[in-house]
């Protein structure tokens, strides 16, 4: 199983980016998917994430209202469209899987993991 990541840059703030993660996995609409980030000497926190269960979309609370995960089953990726970037947006940002997860916001709940994009958004 791979996720492949990408999209990441350097960014001014009030840009925008968008993330792709593509994943190799089999049955892909039965897998939960999620971004998670993470800055330097912080734990890596949840960003959003889309259950398998029924499509629903969860945030975390710094990312509502700007930023959106979003879906192609046909080819196999996930989006993270990212508006009205902020410098405290800057981190390693990942992209996960993973099955029959209750709590998506813990990232101990995900099975597989990419291997990471940089966002950088300056002042």
């Known amino acids: 199983v791979q996720l492949q990541a990408s999209g990441g840059g350097l960014v001014q703030a009030g840009g925008s980016l968008r993330l792709s993660c593509t994943a190799s996995l089999p049955n892909f609409n039965m897998w939960s998917m999620a971004w998670f980030r993470q800055a330097p000497g912080k734990d890596r926190e949840f960003v959003a994430g889309i259950n398998y269960r029924g499509g629903s979309t969860a945030y975390g609370d710094s990312v509502k209202g700007r930023f959106t995960m979003s879906t192609d089953s046909a080819k196999n990726t996930v989006y993270l469209q990212m508006n009205s970037l902020k410098p405290e947006d800057t981190a390693v940002y990942y992209c996960?899987?993973?099955?029959?997860?209750?709590?998506?916001?813990?990232?101990?709940?995900?099975?597989?993991w990419g291997q990471g994009t940089q966002v950088t958004v300056s002042s």
């Open positions: 996960a899987a993973g099955e029959f997860i209750t709590a998506p916001t813990l990232k101990n709940e995900y099975d597989y």
